[in-house]
């Protein structure tokens, strides 16, 4: 009964909002656009759903929770590659682009997950690894044979006799050597991550053709956009300046947007984008505000949206940078994109923690309550929402003990590089227990069966022990749980125009504990209220609220507004006059 009324009191408030709502195109950033309306949803496939017991998701168990996922609301989904790779960093390293990993099926699959997700309404973006490929592809394969092989100039390469490479860092090197020596023709090649994902090279129009007929041969197949990965970091200054000292704990400017990225990513945009209606994001784009709009300013023709590193890259826990750092980041990119451009907004991926455990509270008594929190953070922002699979439920970090128990490239590297240097290996597992991007990555928790109902077999990564606890099947029973709230506040933003395109204003600005913002768009005014802490707060918003109604709250129990205090993560999202 109580949840019927409230379930009709939301439809009633989402509706009537909508029937007044007009969005006047008069900026770029108030033009309609469906990947703007969209929410995008992550699927991690080796983590998802495995059918065959082999203990890796595969396409096959995708296709058997669309049910699941277009239960959840959301438009569109992001997976992460399924291309043929020898799985050095788990698909992003491909050795070819036109084949399904066969861990993860067959191309009839993928051809059957398209039409079941298209069927649903669901639309399906692919992540396009194009800064680098895997050693075993062809391309390198042909690249290292010789120095007059047609593919050389696929990479970058130096020859032994002038020297030894200017020194370029890696982010996976097990050497932490971006350059690495390769007997066969005597020349070293340039890996920005690991050995076995050599980066391409972008000034050759040769590999440029290449890449945008596979872009042609997965559109034409009907899917609907790319994310681009670590394409940020393609161009690079072929002349090899030595770069300054240190300039490791920048890397993003060293690396990113180099001389002719943008040339590179307009002539994409001519060639393919622009031949079809998808979604384009990038991955990262530069360090600043400013550098993120010069890859999606509409009139610059190149990409629809990007994310940016800022906020994640802020630090450990937001026990340790504070909430003020992080209002600042995300009003910071707000203003610089109030009129032009468009981002994404997310707070955790396949490369991160989990959500709950680095901006959230993971304790049993404000596990929900802060999940929840988040989760209307991400949706009441101005940007298009990107969601990561198990955050609806509110997944914890692992913490793993042993090194033993990692499989990412990322962290065995770095131990074996700090262990072969003598340094601390004990702290540097501590600190991954809240950093790792296996946090990130352990298999999703249908139920509470053996392995959490992900597989029949051995999982490739333990699973959390929590999934007694904290599993899908449970919270569909329970009207409360995270999982239905995030649908809620799915169909919060779809009802409501002014969360997608309502201009952004931060209100009570030096609060250390709440994050108050408001979205307004044609006299329509959404107040929204974030509790960041585990105590009783108040807040100060020189606003008058007049006559005010409750869209959505996490604590589940208020309708009005009365006075200016917020309970431990305590959540509001409320129309205002
Ligand atoms: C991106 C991916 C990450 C991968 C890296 C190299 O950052 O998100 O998972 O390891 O690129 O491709």
Do not use: C
């Not at 350059?179 to 440029?208: C, G, M």
């Not at 540097?428 to 227990?433: V, Y």
């Not at 029949?456 to 099947?473: A, Q, S």
């Amino acid at each position: 009964m109580k949840k019927s009324i409230v379930t009709m009191t939301f439809i009633f408030l989402a509706t009537n909002l909508i029937t007044s709502q007009k969005v006047e195109p008069t900026t770029e950033a108030l033009q309609k656009k469906w990947w703007k309306e969209a929410t995008v949803y992550q699927i991690y496939p080796r983590s998802f759903k495995d059918t065959d017991g082999d203990g890796v998701g595969d396409l096959k168990g995708i296709i058997s929770k669309l049910d699941y996922i277009k239960s959840l609301g959301i438009d569109a989904v992001w997976l992460n590659p399924i291309y043929e790779s020898p799985n050095d960093d788990n698909g992003y390293d491909i050795s070819n682009y036109r084949a399904i990993m066969k861990d993860f099926g067959t191309m009839e699959d993928f051809d059957l997950l398209l039409k079941g997700m298209h069927e649903r309404g669901i639309k399906l973006i692919m992540d396009l690894v194009v800064n680098h490929s895997s050693d075993e592809h062809e391309w390198f394969k042909q690249a290292r044979s010789s120095r007059d092989n047609p593919y050389r100039n696929y990479y970058h390469w130096w020859p032994a006799e002038k020297g030894k490479p200017p020194y370029r860092w890696s982010f996976f090197d097990v050497n932490s050597d971006a350059w690495k020596y390769d007997a066969q023709t005597n020349s070293y090649y340039l890996h920005y991550f690991s050995q076995k994902q050599p980066d391409l090279n972008w000034e050759n129009p040769n590999l440029r053709e290449e890449v945008y007929e596979i872009m042609r041969f997965w559109l034409d197949k009907g899917i609907d956009g790319f994310r681009m990965d670590a394409f940020q970091f393609a161009s690079k200054d072929t002349t090899w300046p030595d770069l300054p000292k240190g300039f490791e704990k920048n890397i993003i400017k060293y690396y990113g947007v180099g001389p002719h990225l943008h040339d590179y990513l307009q002539e994409m945009n001519k060639e393919v984008f622009s031949k079809y209606d998808i979604m384009t994001v990038a991955e990262g784009a530069g360090s600043t505000p400013e550098d993120a709009l010069l890859f999606v300013d509409l009139d610059r023709k190149e990409l629809n949206m990007a994310y940016h590193f800022e906020s994640v890259d802020i630090g450990k826990h937001i026990s340790d940078f504070g909430l003020e750092k992080y209002k600042a980041i995300f009003s910071r990119y707000d203003e610089t994109f109030k009129d032009k451009g468009w981002l994404s907004i997310f707070l955790a991926n396949h490369d991160q923690p989990r959500m709950v455990s680095k901006f959230g509270n993971e304790t049993p008594e404000f596990r929900e309550l802060s999940s929840k929190m988040l989760t209307t953070f991400i949706y009441t922002m101005r940007g298009t929402p990107y969601y990561y699979m198990g955050d609806e439920i509110g997944m914890t970090n692992i913490r793993f003990d042993s090194i033993a128990d990692y499989n990412d490239v990322d962290t065995r590297n770095k131990y074996t590089n700090l262990k072969n240097k003598g340094g601390d290996t004990l702290a540097f597992l501590e600190e991954q227990k809240q950093v790792s991007r296996e946090n990130g990555r352990t298999p999703m928790q249908w139920d509470n069966t053996e392995n959490s109902g992900i597989t029949t077999g051995t999982p490739w990564l333990k699973v959390n022990p929590n999934y007694d606890e904290i599993n899908i099947k449970k919270q569909e029973q329970d009207p409360e749980s995270i999982l239905n709230y995030f649908r809620k506040t799915v169909q919060l933003r779809k009802n409501n125009l002014v969360l997608v395109y309502g201009k952004y204003s931060l209100l009570d600005k030096e609060n250390p504990d709440v994050f108050a913002y408001l979205r307004e768009l044609d006299g329509k005014r959404v107040l929204v209220l974030l509790n960041f802490t585990d105590k009783n707060t108040s807040y100060n918003l020189n606003l008058k609220l007049g006559k005010n109604e409750v869209l959505l709250n996490n604590y589940n129990d208020t309708t009005k507004v009365k006075n200016n205090k917020l309970r431990p993560y305590e959540s509001l999202v409320i129309a205002i006059e």
